[in-house]
């Protein structure tokens, strides 16, 4: 079984810090796709990182994929109350379905 | 990004009945759907890979029976409910994956279902 940790689990921060999340996994994947869900929505896709060592910039987001492509971070800068959300990780292997990590839920206090 | 649609958006049911949830991708073709569950507060747990012109693939522990999947055309999945009980009173989630490299997936708004 493949599996994502996904931490923290939970995270409270005032408005203006910044703040880490990270995946890890023992398996290899061919791309891992973070995603922020609200509450009675669907998740929103915010990016795909495909090769090892990537890094992407969405705003004040930075995704980072793992040389070895078994790990990824999210990275936010100067968080505002509109990051306030459940991030999901999500990892791909070829056309098989995503395994996803149990999420970040993420409270970004005014 | 790529569009999915679904609908209806929330439905409240009595016991018993049964309840389809539609989902379509409108502007690209979806070869493999999938449909997930989500309890509050938590991940996202992948019932069944819907797969056009073919049988769905289920999850262990997801009765086929009681969740009828149909993935008629590269556009559209349908997931019925049949014979529901208030434990299927779940929020219900369906994904449209693109089949090209690297394999992005776009989820649909969601159905919230209340079966009373």
């Known amino acids: 079984t493949q599996l994502l940790e996904q931490s923290p689990q939970f995270l409270s921060i005032q408005e203006g810090e910044n703040l880490t999340v990270y995946c890890n996994s023992s398996?290899?994947?061919?791309?891992l796709q973070w995603y922020r869900q609200e509450p009675g929505e669907g998740p929103v896709l915010l990016v795909t990182?495909?090769?090892?060592?990537e890094v992407k910039k969405l705003k004040r987001l930075t995704f980072q994929f793992g040389d070895a492509r078994k790990d990824s971070s999210l990275h936010i800068t100067a968080a505002q109350p509109g990051d306030t959300g459940l991030y999901l990780c999500?990892?791909?292997?070829?056309?098989?379905?995503?395994?996803f990590g149990k999420g970040t839920r993420l409270s970004v206090i005014a | 990004g790529a569009v999915v649609s679904q609908h209806p958006s929330w439905v409240i049911c009595k016991s018993g009945t049964s309840v389809k949830i539609e989902c379509r991708s409108l502007?690209?073709?979806?070869?493999?759907m999938f449909w997930y569950r989500q309890f509050p507060k938590q991940s996202l747990m992948l019932m069944a890979t819907?797969?056009?012109?073919?049988?769905?693939?289920?999850e262990q522990g997801v009765e086929k029976d009681k969740f009828l999947i149909n993935h008629a055309s590269l556009t559209l999945s349908t997931l019925t409910v049949t014979s529901a009980h208030p434990e299927d009173s779940s929020f219900y989630i369906c994904?449209?994956?693109?089949?090209?490299?690297?394999?992005?997936?776009?989820f649909g708004p969601g159905t919230r279902l209340t079966v009373t």
């Open positions: 994904s449209a994956r693109i089949l090209a490299v690297p394999y992005e997936q776009y």
């Open positions: 398996s290899v994947f061919s791309s």
């Open positions: 990182v495909v090769t090892g060592g």
């Open positions: 999500a990892g791909a292997l070829g056309n098989t379905p995503l395994v």
């Open positions: 502007d690209f073709q979806a070869t493999t």
């Open positions: 819907s797969n056009e012109g073919s049988k769905a693939t289920y």
